[in-house]
């Protein structure tokens, strides 16, 4: 129903114009959060539910354009998420949070800061998809080696690959994969030797620049959702719309990552990949997993995932910060690293 009121001129007006304007904005953020909410869930969801058919129908994901097809899918929910978030920061936050963004110093270490962490997400991101996980050698490919004793090696009776300890069959993959630690839904490819340390640094990166998000989007969603009339800038508000809604957002988004992150980190200090924790953890006891997983496994091993998944892929500290694919260093004795 529409109300008028009779004003000079016999203009009339309707009811949504004298609603104050802090409802208003209130109502649309409230949209706007719902719809992303749903946007996220359904992304997310579609891509365990593409993974999902993989495993159930695994000749079918093995056709080459079905294959490319449902590859396409899964990464673009993450690959949306990327270009949002660049898009967002530049023409919504940096403009809000810096007067003069491109010639003061506050504005280009926002700008700094931003970028960096966005390369490092996006390369480690893509090469942990690109990057092959390491695959055994086949028997075919052994046959031909006469130096080679078939008869001291187990090979894997799916895809006749080398079976050797740390190495697990992929249905998804349909391949064997050496220190296999999971199959990632978001790259649709298996994490193992070759890109652990890609995902790895895609996780600590995505915290830090999640981190840096949050703290960017919370100013503006405390002055426009909670205490609207501000002593803050007077157009921030209007500027941002119902995008000041973005911190709920970015805040959901770290915890889900850091929940990861905090994860693998927990697997390579018990010297774990996630497939072998989770056999033992069906099996185990509260009392047994104390004993088994935190005091043996956190204290007594050597760490040998952490070296050969983490540590041993830069020759240098420094290069775990930025943005380069796996260094294999010649000198490391072959018992300490395997390729």
């Not at 802090?22 to 997310?44: D, E, N, P, Q």
């Not at 190495?167 to 296999?180: I, K, P, Q």
Request: net charge positive; hydrophobic share 50%.
């Amino acid at each position: 129903m529409i109300f008028t009121i009779p004003v000079l001129g016999d203009q009339a007006f309707e009811s949504s114009d004298i609603v104050p304007r802090h409802t208003r904005a209130i109502c649309y953020s409230k949209m706007a959060f719902v719809w992303v909410i749903i946007l996220s869930v359904g992304l997310i969801q579609g891509v365990f539910i593409i993974s999902s058919l993989q495993t159930l129908f695994p000749r079918g994901s093995r056709k080459t354009w079905l294959y490319k097809f449902l590859k396409g899918l899964q990464i673009t929910p993450v690959l949306f998420i990327f270009a949002s978030a660049i898009w967002f920061f530049f023409l919504k936050i940096l403009p809000i949070q810096v007067a003069n963004p491109y010639s003061s110093l506050q504005g280009i270490c926002y700008v700094i800061t931003a970028c960096y962490f966005w390369v490092n997400m996006v390369f480690n991101y893509l090469a942990a998809m690109i990057v092959s996980p390491g695959y055994p050698e086949t028997r075919q490919e052994l046959e031909d080696d006469t130096d080679i004793h078939l008869e001291s090696l187990k090979f894997c009776a799916k895809c006749s690959r080398v079976r050797d300890r740390g190495t697990h069959h992929c249905s998804s993959c349909n391949s064997c994969v050496m220190f296999m630690s999971h199959h990632c839904a978001f790259t649709n490819n298996c994490v193992g030797l070759n890109n652990f340390a890609h995902f790895y640094l895609f996780l600590l990166h995505c915290c830090l620049g999640l981190t840096f998000a949050a703290y960017c989007t919370y100013t503006p969603f405390t002055v426009c959702m909670l205490n609207y009339a501000s002593s803050y800038r007077a157009g921030m508000c209007n500027e941002l719309g119902d995008y000041a809604v973005m911190f709920i957002v970015v805040s959901f988004l770290l915890v889900f990552i850091l929940m990861m992150f905090c994860f693998h980190t927990f697997l390579l200090i018990v010297d774990m990949s996630m497939i072998d924790f989770l056999k033992i953890f069906q099996k185990l006891t509260c009392k047994d997993w104390l004993k088994t997983i935190l005091i043996d496994r956190c204290l007594r091993r050597k760490k040998l995932l952490l070296r050969k998944l983490l540590l041993y892929r830069r020759e240098r500290w420094w290069k775990f910060f930025i943005p380069g694919f796996n260094e294999i260093p010649e000198l490391l004795p072959p018992d300490e690293f395997l390729v």
